[in-house]
């Protein structure tokens, strides 16, 4: 399911006092043997979090993923809206309830594999999130009948991942005869079905396979949850912000996520690119320029993101872009 983002009051621990986002997503904590709730999935900080050194209360180096990691520890595995640490960490949840997060009701698209008709008392079907996700559900199985109707439901959405690993399992039950759950067992077979999907994505369904006991499982399976990458998504804008908005200004940053930033233009127009990086254990190395800054004639700060970023970049001259450290104007 879709959930609203809770807001964050968080003391840093050199004293820096921001505003984060908590995104939950679903399967996250264990209640039971198989049970599994909503949790925090992710922790986003304002860039000016970033831009930082932090130290715990031994002087030990803290990266802003370790921050983001206590605090997401915090409320999935203590249950707690509020913690402090000895470094001088410290964090609220303003609005949200980590035991019950708000859900964003939003229309969906139910999925029924037609194809099942004649095999089956009752034909599969699964509530996913939009049309995008139907076409690459259906890009995996291009000679299966997939009607995707329209609903509006707070059902649980089901991951492309979770929906192909399920409809590849019930396939290989019918050809061999088998009951679904003896399919999952048939990993060559399970995988002959999943072949359209991307290498690393099938690597994952491949590797989690034998820990599943029941086919009922997959639902529950929090590796094929949706997981989606913590670069986050851009509205493209062209604004001017005085040089104490600049961190303001840039969208928030998931604190596992890199950000690096390079010089580039000329002696005549100066300007700054913010690039965030990722690494995830499907995709390697993602890369996305976030935003790009300049000082304007007036003194203040441009700021171009997305499209309006990507447009300025093919303007400047990139020939002598080099990494820099980060500049007091932005933040510090």
Known sequence: MDYKAADLNVTLPD????????????????????????????????LQA????????EGTPLSLEDIGF???????????KADKWESGLSFSMENGDPDKPELITTNAKKVT?????????VMPSWIMRNDEEVALLRSYFPNEGLD??????????????????????????????????????????MMAELNGLPG??????EIALPSLRTFEEISNEARFTDAPGALPSLESGQFKVSVDGV?????????????????????????????????????????????????LPDGDIGVSIGDNAEELIHKLDLKNAKEIEFKPTMGR
């Open 15 to 46: 004293g820096l006092e921001v505003k984060a986002k908590a995104h939950f997503a679903d399967n996250l904590v264990s209640v039971g043997s198989e049970e599994k709730l909503p949790g925090v999935q992710r922790i986003d900080f304002p």
């Open 200 to 205: 690393g994505a099938s690597r994952l369904i």
């Open 113 to 121: 594999a037609l194809t099942f008709a004649s095999d089956m008392d």
């Open 148 to 189: 995707a109707v329209d609903v509006s439901s707070t059902e649980k959405r089901q991951s492309v991942l979770m929906v192909a690993t399920e409809l590849a399992a019930l396939k290989t039950s019918l050809e061999h005869s088998i009951t679904p759950t003896e399919a999952l067992r048939r990993t060559s077979d």
């Open 247 to 295: 961190s303001e200004a840039i969208p928030m940053i998931p604190s596992n996520v890199a950000v690096k930033m390079f010089d580039i233009g000329s002696e005549q127009r100066k300007a700054t690119a913010l690039y965030l990086y990722e690494s995830t254990p499907i995709e390697p190395e993602q890369l996305m320029l976030l935003a790009v800054t300049e000082t």
């Open 70 to 80: 206590a605090i997401q520890f915090a409320i999935n595995d203590g249950g707690v």
């Open 50 to 57: 970033h831009l930082r050194n932090y130290k715990d209360e």
